[in-house]
């Protein structure tokens, strides 16, 4: 099945590129609202399940004894632009675990933000695993081992007991297994699970209602979507689409990007879970597509529909500040 055109890539009033892809919407009884192309097509969801990655931190009772609030729950599902606040907060949670830098097993990135890069450089500083944009992630997994007494080395591992707990949590919450057939690397060096949109599209109307996944689970899963929901900024950071999206929804809305055009979203007082792939992997589509599906979607609120439709339609603007074209929504997604 080809997937359909979604989205459209404009100048000088022509249409310059076009990218094709699958989106799915589903309540958390299993009804689909919305299916656009090959919804049971298996894709790796990358970053945007870092939410239900984190349940085993707050199932545990790790995120409570090292008292840990909202930005911290946050940062623990983001793909942050590893500016100051990123880092400075991952080191705090390592540091409550007894720990520093040196324990997480994610790689060491430059800052993912260009502004947070040229701060660093210019201040002579080196980038270390806490600038990764998985770092929170990490430290969650670190500091759930160090609460169960668990030895955190090699927690990267799939056989390690977080990554079997992180698996677990998965295939409860989307009902998808998580096959070694299914199974690759991710760019953080944890084990990725392909899964069919369809099955990710449940799994986060699940964690917004908490339909099927048991009482305590329910409410690991709706402090972590209102934490994200909340600190925005901390999932993402400045001028990131995450963190555009979830200030315009004021709480009401939840969104989570992965690598290679994947998007994840939720909208509690609807039910409703969001999941998609841009086809070509191109983040930017994806994120026309995810601001244009939630524009649809919360219609009722004519106010938030049109500030998610204007994201959904960036403008592409030159080096000299000129107006060349833009993005927009295409097709059944129009």
């Known amino acids: 099945m080809t997937n359909p055109v979604l989205v459209e890539v404009t100048r000088g009033g022509l249409v310059e590129s076009r990218h094709r892809g699958a989106v799915c919407v589903r309540d958390a009884d299993g009804g689909t609202v919305l299916a656009l192309g090959d919804i049971e097509r298996p894709v790796f969801p990358r970053s945007a399940i870092k939410v239900i990655q984190a349940l085993p931190l707050v199932e545990s009772g790790a995120a409570d004894a090292l008292g840990f609030g909202d930005r ?17 907060l991952a080191r705090s949670m ?22 947070a890069t040229r701060q660093l450089a210019r201040e002579g500083g080196q980038p270390s695993a806490l600038h990764n944009n998985c770092s929170g992630k990490h430290a969650g997994f670190v500091c759930t081992c160090v609460h169960r007494g668990v030895d955190p080395r090699g927690y990267v591992g ?8 992180v698996r677990e949590a998965m295939e409860s919450v989307t009902g998808a297994p998580h096959a070694e057939d299914a199974c690759g690397t991710d760019g953080c060096s944890i084990p990725t699970y392909a899964i069919r949109l369809d099955a990710l599209a449940l799994g986060f109307s699940r964690m917004a209602t908490g339909v099927g996944l ?6 690991a899963a709706h402090r972590l979507v209102t934490a994200c929901m909340a600190e925005p900024f901390m999932v993402a950071g400045t001028d990131r689409m995450d963190t555009k999206i979830m200030k315009e929804g004021g709480g009401r809305v ?16 609807l039910g409703l879970g969001i999941a998609l792939k841009c086809d070509d992997g191109a983040s930017r589509a994806a994120e026309v597509m995810v601001a244009a599906v939630l524009a649809r979607l919360m219609q009722s609120d004519a106010d938030l529909s049109e500030k998610l439709s204007r994201l959904a339609r960036p403008e592409l603007v030159n080096w000299n500040g000129i107006s060349v074209g833009g993005l927009r929504p295409a097709g059944d997604l129009a």
């Open 254 to 269: 939840f969104v989570k990007t992965g690598a290679e055009g994947v998007y994840c979203a939720a909208i509690p007082e």
């Open 94 to 115: 390592l540091e409550r675990a007894g720990l520093d830098g040196g324990a997480l097993e994610c790689g060491t990135q430059w800052p993912m933000g260009e502004a």
């Open 72 to 88: 911290e729950l946050a940062l623990a599902c983001a793909s942050h632009s590893g500016e100051p606040e990123h880092a400075a």
């Open 214 to 219: 048991g009482a305590e689970r329910a409410k």
């Open 158 to 165: 799939r056989d390690h007991a977080a990554q079997k707990a």
